[in-house]
């Protein structure tokens, strides 16, 4: 049976500009790890905690700042 090969169109479309997210690896004791799995979701869950943060807030409002 013919495998499949190159065509156009085909592979995955890149991402909008600004919606790339970048992997990032850290080690996180054993009871965190444990509440994550329980979640639904727990990339949207750390990425919402983070975005809500006040250190996040603070940080962005420095950075956006620093850049006029």
């Known amino acids: 049976m013919p ?4 065509r156009i169109g085909a592979g995955r479309k890149p991402a909008p500009p600004g919606s790339r997210k970048k ?3 850290n ?3 054993e009871e965190i790890l444990e509440y994550w ?7 949207e869950t750390i990425l919402e905690l983070t975005i809500r943060s006040k250190g996040y ?3 962005k409002k420095n950075r956006q700042k620093g850049n006029s």
Do not use: T
């Not at 799995?37 to 990339?43: D, F, G, I, R, V």
């Open 37 to 43: 799995k329980s979640l639904p979701n727990a990339a």
């Open 27 to 29: 080690k996180y004791p």
């Open 23 to 25: 992997q990032y690896c």
């Open 57 to 59: 807030r603070d940080w």
């Open 3 to 6: 495998r499949g090969g190159k």
